[in-house]
């Protein structure tokens, strides 16, 4: 952990954290204290760049809740407030922990152990994601899909698929040339059997092929805006979280 946020309307519970950070993290660095909803909201819409959040509950100008409502945040949040009602609703957005004030040195610490070890656990993740690209070369995939398409079956080349994508529980397949057809596949089943170094799954929604990446464009919160050469349903977005294997895979041979 290297760069901090505090939102937080009291000056002194900010210092008081600032100072247990000094002592805990004395590597981590605030890079910007928050104090009502409306500097939130303008602050994180421009694409905040920082490892945590600490975030106390009440503000000035309402609960911070309200926040989450107006943008999206990927950065993992912290909470810290005087009130444990709030709990389950905190959990229901980024909230990887729940400090109550006042909290001691030790309390923090274990907050903080716990967002090392979920960001180590992303880094495993994506480790073992390099490897099986790396281990792919040996193994076998599927390199023709067989689709049905009224009364015939049609193959199709996997390097001739733009993405997949999937809506109310319906996959489809559509082509670099811009035709579709139903799969009858989850994307979760197709994730294992398509070639890692040509397709990428993106979110819930999209797996894509690198042939297709058309452009890409930054968008709010860290996150990246895909355009690929066909025509999408919807908008593709890139996780800040996932953005370093994103450029990873693309830039891989």
Known sequence: MKRVIIVEDETAAAVNLRSMLATIAPGAEVVAVLESVEESVDYFSKGADADVVFMDIHLADGDSFRIFK????????IFTTAYDEYALEAFK???????????????????????????????TEQRDRRNRM??????PSVQTMLLRYKDKII????EDVAFFYTSAE??????LTGESYAVDKTLEALG???????????NRQFIISRRAVKEIAVWFGSRLSLNLTVDIPEKIIISKARVPEFKLWLQSV
């Open 70 to 77: 107006s943008v999206d945040i990927d950065i993992p949040i």
């Open 170 to 175: 319906r996959v489809t397949l559509t082509t």
């Open 192 to 202: 294992q059997q398509l070639p890692l170094q040509m397709f990428f799954r993106a």
């Open 155 to 158: 193959p199709v080349a996997v």
């Open 93 to 123: 957005v980024n909230s990887i922990d729940y400090l109550l004030k006042p909290f001691k040195e030790e309390d923090l610490q274990r907050a903080l152990s716990k967002l090392h070890r979920l960001t180590e656990g992303e880094r």
């Open 134 to 139: 790396a281990e792919e070369v040996q193994m």
